[in-house]
Each structure stands twice: as structure tokens, then as C-alpha cells.
T-cell receptor, first 111, second 114 residues
Framework: EAQVTQNPRYLITVTGKKLTVTCSQN?????MSWYRQDPGLGLRQIYY???????DKGDVPEGYKVSRKEKRNFPLILESPSPNQTSLYFC??????????FGPGTRLTVL | AQKVTQAQTEISVVEKEDVTLDCVYE???????LFWYKQPPSGELVFLIR??????QNEISGRYSWNFQKSTSSFNFTITASQVVDSAVYFC???????????FGTGTRLQVFP
């Protein structure tokens, strides 16, 4: 089954404790991206990747890092999480120019 | 600059009523794509439709229909005979031709009461 998976689905952590949210897709898509969803703001792009070893900033990249060492994986790294990064995070993948497939979301709370 | 505006923050209707969700977009691209996604209370994003800028034909899928009008830069979504299961947040999104980035509106929360 074609899908995008994210782990964990829910995470409660404390300020400053490094964490990684994994994202994996099984559709051999070139394009992957991360979005965060906040009330009243919709979804905003954090980072994206056009292919392996090619990543770039989206609209709200501050406080986040990503890597793309393999085509299927695109982890989101929060080196020192802060409460303003409490949000719902979505990973997405697509063929270039195609429909984006979204993961199930990761709800992160930073205390 | 690209922008998507969903002016309706929240809409409440009674079951079987028709409801239209508005979406207005801004882009300088001549080729672009428009999308609607549904986010039910469980939180996942469900793809509903994709429309490219060269196809202005209205589309109907069961109780759902979409009205794309380039002249007013709008891509409105109508649910006919709404049902409680239609209760969700609906997002309109825009993608330019030379990018894979989606620009989302702020969403419209639809509540359908029995």
C-alpha cells in the first residue's frame, strides 16, 4: 500500500531536549516536505527536499533541521525544542508536479 | 506572491442543507494547480480534488462539487445535502507551476448538526 508514515504520532517533551520525527514514503517520490499546522494559520512549509542530499528552507525553518540521505526518508530534527514549536506536523511526498501524499501527522507538545 | 484566502473561519449547518466553502487565490503564474483537502476530527489530511489552471470545467463527485472561476480567482467547494460525517476542517491550497510547495489557506471548519 502506497503511504507516508510518520513516527511518533504523539510526543510530549520538555524544552531543550533534542528530538527527531521520522518520515518515510514507499512510493519512490523525489519530492518530500514538512509542514506545521497551527490554529488560524493553516499549514506552513518548514523544509523541503527535491531529491537525495538536496534540501531547502520553506517559510518557517527556524529551529528545525532536516536531512535526506535516502530517497525514502526525510527526518525532521528539533535540536533544542521550545514551546512555540508545539504544533501538528505533517510530512508529505510527491512526484515532481504531482499530487502530494500526506502522512498521518505528529502532534508535538513542548513543555 | 502566492496566497490563498478562506474567509469563512467556521460554518454551521443542519444536516441536509447545502453549504459552500469559499476559496480565493492570488498568483502570478499562468499555470498553477488548486487543491481541496479535508481534515476530519481524527486529524489526517484527505485529498479531495486537484484542478489545473487550464481546466475551468466544474466538477461533481457525488454530493461534492467544485466551481473554478479564473475571472474571480476563486475555487469554491459545495457540499449538497450535508451529512454529519462532513464535519471537518477543509483546506484550499495552491501550487505554482515550477514548484512543489503547497500554499494553504487557513481552513474552514464545517460543523453539520443532526
Amino acid at each position: 500500500e502506497a503511504q507516508v508514515t510518520q513516527n511518533p504520532r504523539y510526543l510530549i517533551t520538555v524544552t531543550g531536549k533534542k528530538l527527531t520525527v521520522t518520515c518515510s514514503q514507499n512510493m519512490n517520490h523525489e519530492y518530500m516536505s514538512w509542514y506545521r499546522q497551527d490554529p488560524g494559520l493553516g499549514l506552513r512549509q518548514i523544509y523541503y527536499s527535491m531529491n537525495v542530499e538536496v534540501t531547502d528552507k520553506g517559510d518557517v525553518p527556524e529551529g528545525y533541521k532536516v536531512s535526506r540521505k535516502e530517497k525514502r526518508n526525510f527526518p525532521l530534527i528539533l535540536e533544542s525544542p521550545s514551546p512555540n514549536q508545539t504544533s501538528l506536523y505533517f510530512c508529505a511526498s510527491s512526484e515532481r508536479g504531482g499530487e502530494q501524499f500526506f502522512g498521518p501527522g505528529t502532534r508535538l507538545t513542548v513543555l | 506572491a502566492q496566497k490563498v484566502t478562506q474567509a469563512q473561519t467556521e460554518i454551521s449547518v443542519v444536516e441536509k442543507e447545502d453549504v459552500t466553502l469559499d476559496c480565493v487565490y492570488e498568483t502570478r503564474d499562468t499555470t498553477y494547480y488548486l487543491f481541496w483537502y479535508k481534515q476530519p476530527p481524527s486529524g489526517e489530511l484527505v485529498f479531495l480534488i486537484r484542478r489545473n489552471s487550464f481546466d475551468e470545467q466544474n466538477e461533481i463527485s457525488g454530493r461534492y462539487s467544485w466551481n473554478f472561476q479564473k475571472s474571480t480567482s476563486s475555487f469554491n467547494f459545495t457540499i449538497t445535502a450535508s451529512q454529519v460525517v462532513d464535519s471537518a476542517v477543509y483546506f484550499c491550497a495552491l501550487k505554482g507551476y515550477n514548484t512543489d510547495k503547497l500554499i494553504f489557506g487557513t481552513g474552514t471548519r464545517l460543523q453539520v448538526f443532526p
